[in-house]
């Protein structure tokens, strides 16, 4: 079994940025694939950005450029760099890992207002 837990969410500005944190703890190993999901109001839950153990990296066209996905596996956390926000950012952030089973977290609000 695998525990995530979320961190960094909170309210920005236009323009601004946050760092979103996920810890996991259980039977994490460093071969788990790692990523971050969001779902706004009304919409459907879609992928934000992966990592798999190796680093590669990979993120939705609409953050790309903008969001940068990292992991420090000897903490068992990924994180999620984002900068020049957009209210159309607005979302409850999931943090998502995958090894034998698939895991999600609780969730983080990220809510970009002025």
């Known amino acids: 079994q695998v525990q995530l837990v979320e961190s960094g969410g909170g309210l920005v500005q236009p323009g601004g940025s946050l760092r979103l944190s996920c810890v996991a703890s259980g039977r994490i190993s460093s071969t788990t694939y790692r990523a971050w999901y969001r779902q706004a109001p009304g919409k459907q839950r879609e992928l934000v950005a992966g990592i798999t153990s190796d680093g590669s990296r990979n993120y939705a066209d609409s953050v790309r450029g903008r969001f940068t996905i990292s992991r420090e596996n000897a903490k068992n956390t990924v994180y999620l760099q984002m900068t020049s926000l957009k209210p159309e950012d607005t979302a409850v952030y999931y943090c998502?890992?995958?090894?034998?089973?698939?895991?999600w977290g609780q969730g983080t609000q990220v809510t970009v207002s002025s």
């Open positions: 998502y890992a995958q090894s034998l089973g698939i895991y």
